[in-house]
């Protein structure tokens, strides 16, 4: 099974719109880690906000939001008033474990991102 | 200015010949991965290394081989063992393993 889901391969968004881009995950651990990763065409990862399983409050970072629920295993993120520069492949990872125990971190398969203007 | 600096970006390598990619960080990061991903792909672990004279097999090692004798340095070589070589690579580094990692440029190799 896999451990973590994108099911949009693709999205078309228009500008200054806020985009969701899905992501569910797959762990029995109560202690676990979630990233987002945001790929441009340059190919460079670029990391953009981190959810850990025990925090209380959905992760933020500028126009980046986490939509965090555990319930549903579910770490959806949000780009609020989307920007052409958001265009880019955006790839959901997860540790599996808690930091101290030096679990490798799984990516997903990705969703490409295309703003339109 | 910290970072990952990755050697060339683009690479082009006849079949049967080994290559070796570069990888340094001078972020102070104990943690070093590298990463293969094919067109239209997720990332695929290839070897990590958790300190310096240490490192471990990821999920598609076969073909592949790294040394890490310096804390700012994982070089990666290609051999010719390894049967589908063409693909971009991605060096990256985190503070400790199962922290936010921090990625290079990508070295994009093509073997003909």
């Known amino acids: 099974a896999q451990k973590i889901t994108q099911t949009q391969p693709g999205m078309f968004v228009q500008e200054k719109e806020a985009v969701t881009l899905d992501c569910t995950y797959d762990t029995s651990d109560p202690s676990y880690g979630l990233f987002w990763y945001k790929q441009p065409s340059s190919g460079e990862m670029i990391f953009l906000i981190y959810q850990g399983s025990y925090d209380q409050q959905n992760a933020t970072e500028g126009r980046y939001s986490l939509n965090f629920q555990k319930a549903r295993k579910s770490a959806n993120l949000v780009i609020s008033a989307s920007q052409l520069g958001d265009s880019a492949m955006y790839f959901c990872a997860m540790r599996e474990g808690p930091l101290n125990r030096d679990d490798k971190i799984i990516f997903g398969k990705g969703t490409r991102l295309h703003i339109l203007p | 200015d910290g970072g990952i600096t990755q050697s060339p970006k683009y690479l082009f390598r006849k079949e049967g010949q080994n290559v070796t990619l570069s990888c340094e960080q001078n972020l102070n990061h104990d943690a070093m991965y590298w990463y293969r991903q094919d067109p239209g792909q997720g990332l695929r672990l290839i070897y990590y290394s958790q300190i310096v004279n240490d490192f471990q097999k990821g999920d598609i090692a076969e073909g592949y081989s790294v040394s890490r004798e310096k804390k700012e340095s994982f070089p990666l070589t290609v051999t010719s063992a390894q049967k589908n070589p063409t693909a971009f690579y991605l060096c990256?580094?985190?503070?400790?393993?199962?922290?936010?990692?921090?990625f290079g440029p990508g070295t994009r190799l093509t073997v003909t």
């Open positions: 990256a580094s985190s503070i400790k393993e199962g922290y936010e990692q921090y």
